[in-house]
């Protein structure tokens, strides 16, 4: 049985960076078959997915077009954990943060989710 | 990107009776492998998102078989044949057939009359 357990602040300082781990247990974040995600819930912008990482003989990432070039999603193999770092966040950053596990083109496994409220 | 759009948006139920959610997409969700990526997730309040169905008709171990997925191309439903009271939440369909990109229908809430 998967499980993914998140945790990280859940409260972030506008301009500053938001950071979350997801500690993987059940599966490897080295798995050729896997890949692991990042999504946001907010009632503005709903489900949005925001970056992946994933292992096919080297590491790959993918990002979405909304957060490119603020988000970063690494793996940690010594530690079975993946991260999400989201730098620059303002407040339509606040949302429940969710990692996820893809298995056959679609995510099946979820962590719990972290509320992350940027403010001052 | 593909755009998904559910309706209704709010679907109150009377226990016992069957619902129906829609799930449009703006493209064909036919990969190029041959499936279809189409999945249907359950969040009840509080709780992550659970997925109840997968490439449109396969149910999730666990799911019980009043949940139906249908559909192909770019119409999709999820029936529910007798709504029970723990049934009450919001119901997402996603596609992942256009990767990397996840993307989610606005969502439907389903509530009890």
């Known amino acids: 049985q998967v499980q993914l357990h998140q945790s990280g602040p859940r409260l972030v300082k506008p301009s500053q960076s938001l950071s979350l781990t997801c500690a993987i247990s059940?599966?490897?974040?080295?798995?050729?078959?896997?890949?692991w995600n990042w999504i946001r819930q907010s009632p503005s912008r709903g489900l949005e997915w925001l970056g992946r990482t994933y292992y096919r003989s080297k590491w790959y990432n993918d990002y979405a077009i909304s957060v490119k070039g603020r988000i970063t999603v690494n793996p940690d193999t010594s530690r079975n954990e993946f991260s999400l770092q989201l730098n620059s966040v303002t407040p339509e950053d606040t949302a429940v943060y969710y990692c996820a596990r893809d298995s056959g083109h679609t995510a099946d496994y979820w962590g719990q989710g972290t509320l992350v409220t940027v403010s001052s | 990107d593909v755009v998904m759009t559910q309706s209704p948006l709010s679907l109150p139920v009377t226990l016992g009776q069957p619902a129906s959610i829609s799930c449009r997409s703006s493209q064909s969700l036919v990969h190029s492998d041959g499936n279809t990526y189409l999945t249907w997730f359950q969040q009840r309040p509080g709780q992550s998102p659970r997925r109840l169905i997968y490439?449109?008709?396969n149910r999730d171990s666990g799911v019980p078989d009043r949940f139906t997925g249908s559909g192909s191309g770019t119409d999709f439903t999820l029936k529910i044949t007798r709504v029970e009271a723990e049934d009450v939440g919001v119901y997402y369909c996603m596609q992942s057939t256009h990767w990397p990109h996840y993307t989610f229908g606005q969502g439907t809430k389903l509530e009890i009359k």
């Open positions: 490439k449109v008709s």
């Open positions: 059940g599966d490897s974040v080295s798995s050729n078959s896997a890949a």
